[in-house]
């Protein structure tokens, strides 16, 4: 994303700097156990990262709810040796200013784990620091390939769901084996997620012999009338969008305007109600790749999704029910200490490298680099004004 890559607002795609005095090891403070208090039961907390506010911030938030509900649940289970607290960090899915959002966590010497980052790009900034700090980050949805290279030494990165090159594989397969297209063009929004998703979906289609026409337009273009135009008169019969849901709803209506009638598709960036509250009619028919479950559609989440309604009256979004998992597992692993004050940064973090965590959406499992060992992805289509799940798309790809 998140893909969402998943999906990231006015980023620069620089890294920015620590946010911190590098004479401070922030590794040292976080080797002694955070939150004793003196009472009978320790607290610790659960810290969270993602835009909270800005374009794009549905996406995170869907994440915020997801891990805030289950640390309150866990906490009304009275059955935790220690009390969970739950604080979050809004880095406005922005690189440059994610690196002060992850200290900001990092500086609470009490949180113990993080959920998030949401971003690929805001992820790629803040890791260095995690590293330092030995503080583990579980994302739910930050699908950049590269994030897990051993190069850059991201050793407090985990990621939680199957990466791009499940997700632009998927869109590349669907296209070229399902709808037997032959000239594709594919569009990014110039962002670390979005050139990367394009990138491995360019490499499938023409590993596949489907002729490729890339393009890239930044977020916040202003005007996506000139592309539409680009789009309808290429040739192209299908369309790739590599970008977040801001900005493919602005683009899908110019280029219904324009006449385009090919088959469309997006990833988990664009993958939100908002998307289609935004684009109207114009999002009718798009295809939309997620490495997310419908919770709605699926017996074991019912409870789930009974709860989250709830708690926040109203659905759960994208990546929802998969943060909600990945808080859950730190919890797990946390009470696996046999001394529930001795748990510390460093020794949760080695823990959940090694673990195995079986959640409501699926099995979570590491591989030596942090990487999320599995490659679901699942297709959805916009009809009637809403976003439904059509099913697996390597099993769509093969009928």
């Known amino acids: 994303m998140i893909k969402i890559a998943l999906p990231v607002v006015a980023s620069a ?25 003196g009472g009978d039961k320790p607290t610790y907390t659960i810290g969270f990262q993602a835009g909270l506010s800005g374009e794009n911030s549905a996406l995170g938030l869907n994440e915020k709810k997801g891990a805030e509900l289950a640390v309150e649940q866990a906490n009304a289970s009275g059955a935790l040796p220690f009390t969970l607290k739950f604080t979050t960090s809004d880095d406005e899915a922005s690189e440059t200013k994610s690196v002060a959002a992850a200290q900001k966590l990092i500086d609470d010497k009490n949180v113990v784990v993080v959920v998030g980052p949401a971003f690929s790009g805001p992820t790629q900034a803040a890791s260095p620091n995690y590293a330092k700090a030995k503080l583990a980050t579980l994302s739910p949805s930050a699908t950049r390939v590269s994030l897990t290279d051993p190069k850059n030494n991201f050793t407090a990165f985990l990621r939680g769901t199957p990466n791009d090159s499940a997700q632009g594989g998927g869109m590349a397969m669907y296209f070229s084996q399902k709808l037997h297209l032959k000239n594709v063009m594919i569009v990014n929004d110039k962002t670390p997620y979005g050139e990367g998703l394009a990138a491995v979906a360019k490499d499938g289609l023409t590993k596949a012999g489907v002729q490729v026409q890339s393009e890239s337009a930044p977020q916040k273009t202003p005007d996506y009338t000139s592309l539409a135009t680009k789009v309808k008169n290429s040739g192209a019969d299908g369309l790739i969008y590599a970008g977040y849901y801001d900005d493919a709803a602005p683009f899908a209506k110019k280029l219904k305007e324009a006449g385009v009638t090919i088959p469309m598709i997006s990833g988990d960036g664009t993958k939100d109600d908002k998307f289609v509250d935004n684009a109207k009619d114009a999002a009718e ?40 998992d990945l808080a859950n597992f730190a919890i797990e692993q946390m009470k696996t200490f046999s001394d529930p004050k001795s748990i510390t940064r460093e020794a949760l973090l080695g823990k959940l490298k090694a673990a195995t965590y079986t959640g409501l959406t699926k099995t979570f499992k590491f591989d030596q680099n942090g990487e999320y060992v599995g490659e679901d992805i699942f297709l959805y289509t916009v009809k009637g004004g809403k976003i439904e799940y059509t099913g697996n798309i390597k099993e769509l790809s093969k009928s």
């Open 285 to 324: 028919n798009w295809l939309l790749t997620c490495p997310c479950m419908d919770a709605s559609k699926e017996a074991k989440t019912a409870k789930f999704v009974t709860d989250y309604k709830a708690k926040y009256k109203e659905d759960p979004g994208a990546y929802s029910a998969e943060s909600y």
């Open 13 to 37: 795609l620089v890294l920015s700097a620590c946010g911190s005095d590098d004479k401070k090891d922030d590794s040292k403070g976080s080797s002694s156990a955070p939150g004793g208090g």
